[in-house]
C-alpha cells in the first residue's frame, strides 16, 4: 500500500521543554522522486517542475561544546548528522536550500529594549500623520479609499510611483476590508495613472512591513509602481519561463505548479484563487497566490495569508509583492495571471540581516517547513463571519 502524503513527512529536530519545537517535515526526496507517494501522471509534471535533492552534513562536536549544542539545538544527534533538502523550480531556476537548524541558530544581535512592545505601538515624529499636507500628490491628483490613500514618493525608483498611505499607523493592524481598500485604491490609481500615461501599464503593488522588511517609515504604507515599455524584470523573466514551458509541454505553467503542491498538500483553491506554500520559497514561510483578476477572492485571501501570518505565525515583518499583467492588451500575456507573493521577514528585534552571501549570488537558504505554514494556512480557508473589521 502507498504511503499518504503524512507518512512522507519526517520530523528531525525537537527541542526540550521551554524552548519549543522544530517542525521539518520536508518530505521523504526518494518517496516523492520514486513509485510511491504521487500518481504517476502528477509524479511526472512534479519532475518537469521541481528538483529535489538531499545532503547530509556530518560534524564532530568537541566533548566541552556538548552541553551547549544540546541546549540550542536540543539534540546534539541532529548536529552531528544534518539532513539539508534543497528544491530547485526547473522553469524559473528559483532554488531553496532547507534546513530548520538554522532557525536554532543564536542571534546575538538582538535589541536590548523590544522596538514595540506587546500592545504598544507609538511613533516619533510620523510623517505619515498628516498626509494631505504634508506629503506631495501626482499631477492627477490623489486616489483615496475608505482606509488609505495615495501620497506622491519623494524618493522615486519609477516615473509612476506613490505609496499608499493607511489610516491606521499601526502596519500590523488590519482586517479583511482594510487589505482589500488597499489593493482597490492601489488598482484605482494604477487606472488613473495608465490614463495620464498610456504608455505605463505595467503595474506592481509592493508592501514592506517594517523596517526589518524595507519599510523606512514606520506608518503602515503600501506602494504601487507602473512601469513604461516592459514589465519588471523578474516579472518578465517569469513570463518567459512559463511561456517556454507552454510551448514544450503544451500546458499551462501555473495550473502544474498549483497541481503539485495540491498533491502534495501545500496547496488550496479558494474560489477563483489558488494558494500554495511555495516549495522553492524566497524566504521564510513564502505563499503563493494566483488569481485571474484582482477579485474579491484574490481580496480575501491574500487577507488570510497575512492573518495567518500575523495571529497563528506570530510575524512581525512580512513582504508583499503583486504583479498584474499589462493594463491594455499587450501580445504574449493574455494567459498570465496576477499573482502575489508573501513572505516572513523574521523577528522585528533582530538587528542581523536574513539575506546573506548566499542568498545574492547562490541560492535562498530556508529554515521555515513549507508543511507547517501550510499547515497553518488550512484554518484561514474556512468560512468565517468575523473576517474584516478591527483585526
Known sequence: MSPSIAELITRVATLPSGIGQVFNRIFSVDEVKGDAGLPSDTRQVFNRVFSVDEVKGDLKIPQPMLPWVEQQFGSAENVINQKIVKVTNLVTLECSIFNPLRSLRPHRFLRKKRMHPEGSFEIENDDFADPLH????DPFGRVKGKYCLTAGNVAKYEGL???VVFHNPDPLKFGCREVADYLETGWKWAQQAHAYDSSARYFL????????????????????????????AKVEQLRKA?????????ADYFEDLFRVHEALGLGYRQGDTMIMAYLAALKLNEVMVLAPALTDSLKENIYNVLACFRDRLKVTAFNVGVAFPPLDEVPGWAWFPVIARMVDRGNIDDMSSDIGAIEFYGANVI???PFRTAEALST????????GGDA
Not at 134 to 137: A, I, K, M, V
Not at 210 to 231: E, F, P, W
Request: charged share 20%; hydrophobic share 30%.
Open 367 to 369: 529554515s521555515s517547513d
Open 242 to 250: 512559463a511561456s517556454e514551458y507552454r510551448e514544450q509541454y503544451k
Open 380 to 387: 484561514y480557508f474556512e468560512p468565517n463571519d468575523k473576517k
Open 161 to 163: 510611483h506613490v505609496v
Open 134 to 137: 504634508n506629503t506631495p500628490e
Open 205 to 232: 503593488f509592493l508592501w514592506n512591513c517594517m523596517n526589518r522588511a524595507g519599510a523606512s517609515i514606520h506608518h503602515g504604507h503600501a506602494q504601487v509602481v507602473l512601469g513604461r515599455y516592459a514589465h519588471y
